[in-house]
């Protein structure tokens, strides 16, 4: 998006406020299915907990994809946008047998990452298929936070626990229908993947009747200038050739499955904030914004390098910059950051900021979570409204001690 429309956007809805460009979104996608066009059964599920903003759900169900969902709220969400529960796969982590069973009850694909939970879910419902979520004991992704893949995580079936797992199979003559992995994100070098790939069919080829093979995601997008990607077309030839081998192998064309999020959202997000003061101390200059970590935290907790450029004055000198948050604790965007000369009431441009951006927001020091626009070919549309002081209360009980 170009800057004059997303300066038009800020004067219209204010700052902070985050934007998407649904454009972007179809492009991705589209590049992830061209990628894999030679693959016959081909699904992408998109990660609903990157961003469930209930229009970019639906633009995303147009799209053709369906939906990987964490938990019974996102499950419902997705089937309040259109989403027709057997295009919706819930693949919990740590979560009760009662949640799981209220699922089920929604008719949407269920996928399991425990032998405890397995067992008892077996026992209990031994013909509604199940997906079983392996472990591969890969460590990819960019941030120890998000990697998922290892030995240590806590999601997962340990492929050493296969023997076992196959037992309670037997046990219980449950029903599986697919097997998943998902080793983390920001997963740059494909070697790596292939690798977990591989572990995968040697799992998957103890299972009889199976449908599908979910391999995850975790595609690693460029948050800086020029900065790496996931080479989707690379993975897409080698990743395409093993997994019709191995369907020749098995006797049946199983259905390939990828579930990216940030991949899908995050280069379409922008985030829009006004500088309220510039601050100078012995060593540092400071630039203050209208926001914190309480609407942006990636910065802080994975620490993720967003381009920021100053599009009120995107010709100007080029300076170093420490920009920060109005929090009352550290909430450092970047550091020494060279940025074009800002001024007070310039307005500063995250990018990369569609993915766990505004899904991570909080009412930290009672401020207000910002508003959220799409554009799409050319049209710019509120989809949810700036937070107000009858929101910070609206569920509170008052009570007289």
Do not use: W
Request: hydrophobic share 40%; with cysteine.
């Amino acid at each position: 998006m170009n800057q004059e429309t997303l300066l038009q956007i800020e004067k219209e809805y204010k700052s902070p406020v985050y934007v998407y460009n649904a454009n972007k979104i179809e492009e991705q996608y589209n590049r992830l299915t061209s990628a894999f066009s030679k693959i016959k059964k081909l699904k992408i599920n998109y990660a609903a907990k990157a961003l469930t903003n209930i229009s970019i759900l639906k633009f995303i169900n147009k799209l053709g994809a369906g939906l990987d969902t964490v938990s019974i709220q996102e499950v419902k969400l997705g089937l309040h946008a259109g989403f027709k529960a057997e295009n919706i796969i819930y693949t919990p982590n740590g979560v009760s047998l009662d949640e799981i069973e209220e699922v089920v009850k929604l008719k949407v694909q269920i996928n399991i990452d425990s032998l405890y939970m397995l067992e008892q879910f077996g026992s209990k419902h031994p013909t509604t298929p199940v997906c079983i979520r392996i472990n591969p004991h890969i460590m990819a992704g960019g941030n120890t936070n998000i990697s998922v893949g290892h030995i240590d995580s806590k999601f997962g079936i340990s492929i050493h626990q296969i023997p076992l797992l196959i037992r309670i199979v037997k046990n219980t003559k449950m029903i599986i229908n697919g097997i998943h992995m998902h080793t983390g994100s920001d997963i740059l070098d494909i070697d790596v993947f292939m690798r977990a790939s591989e572990i995968l069919f040697d799992v998957a080829i103890q299972f009889k009747g199976l449908e599908f093979i979910d391999f995850g995601s975790g595609f690693k997008v460029a948050y800086k200038e020029k900065g790496l990607e996931t080479n989707i077309e690379e993975l897409g030839e080698k990743l395409s050739k093993r997994f019709k081998k191995f369907c020749k192998n098995y006797g049946k064309e199983l259905t390939l499955i990828f579930e990216p999020g940030k991949f899908l959202v995050s280069e379409s997000g922008y985030f829009l904030s006004r500088v309220n003061a510039i601050k100078q101390t012995t060593s540092t200059v400071f630039a203050q914004l209208d926001t914190g970590f309480n609407h942006l935290i990636r910065p802080m907790l994975y620490n993720s390098d967003h381009r920021i450029e100053n599009i009120s004055n995107p010709k100007g000198k080029k300076r170093f910059y420490s920009v920060v948050g109005y929090i009352c604790e550290t909430d450092t965007f970047a550091n020494n950051k060279q940025i074009c000369e800002i001024n007070e009431g310039d307005i500063l441009d995250f990018k990369n900021a569609g993915a766990y951006c505004f899904m991570m927001a909080s009412n930290y020091n009672s401020r207000f979570r910002p508003a959220e626009v799409i554009c799409y070919n050319g049209r710019t549309q509120l989809i949810r409204k700036r937070e107000a002081f009858e929101d910070l209360i609206y569920n509170q009980t008052l009570i007289n001690l």
